[in-house]
């Protein structure tokens, strides 16, 4: 569970919340992903408790309930924390914070593998979800000199694609004539 790592100076305002996440870091590396999961959402619940419901040390949670369950293949699960994730981080951040960017980046590319690489229901939703997001880092990445003006045509160039998949035109068949 590398993120645990990543971000443990999170989780030190608090010692209950450090045990819980030791705790399921040990739980994952012996494979006891549902177990893991299990402490995880009580350290969640520590979390808000103490934090409020968006705090940085949420994204930390939800990131290792969705190595949890990558490891259980639990898809559905997996883009329910995705949505989730997405929430908090346009909570926390303005536009102009780079941690945005890279949520965002993060969450659409889930959500571009789940379109094309897993069977989940509602493609059409997940679709609009991930067109959003595209959306939200194009404007972001207009408004930032510093990411340039390939960053903004790659996301548009996605956007375009994925606006003909939700929006398909119609094709009206002309090659049906009427011989006399």
Do not use: C
Request: proline letters at 2%; zero cysteines.
């Amino acid at each position: 569970m590398s993120v645990a790592q990543d971000y443990s100076f999170y989780a030190n305002q608090n010692n209950e919340l450090v045990t819980v996440l030791e705790s399921a870091s040990a739980l994952y590396r012996a494979g006891n992903f549902s177990r893991a999961l299990d402490s995880l959402k009580k350290a969640t619940i520590v979390s808000r408790i103490q934090n409020g419901f968006y705090n940085e040390t949420q994204i930390v949670l939800q990131k290792l309930m969705i190595e949890n369950e990558r490891a259980l293949k639990n898809w559905s699960a997996v883009d329910d924390h995705y949505a989730h994730l997405e929430v908090i981080y346009r909570r926390l951040y303005s536009s102009n914070d780079e941690k945005l960017e890279n949520g965002l980046s993060e969450i659409s590319g889930w959500l571009s593998f789940s379109l094309y690489g897993l069977p989940l229901d509602d493609r059409h939703k997940r679709m609009r979800r991930a067109y959003q997001v595209l959306k939200k880092r194009l404007e972001i990445a207009e408004t930032k000199l510093s990411t340039g003006r390939r960053k903004a045509s790659l996301l548009s160039e996605k956007l375009s694609i994925l606006e003909r998949e939700l929006y398909p035109i119609p094709v009206i068949n002309t090659s049906t004539r009427l011989i006399r």
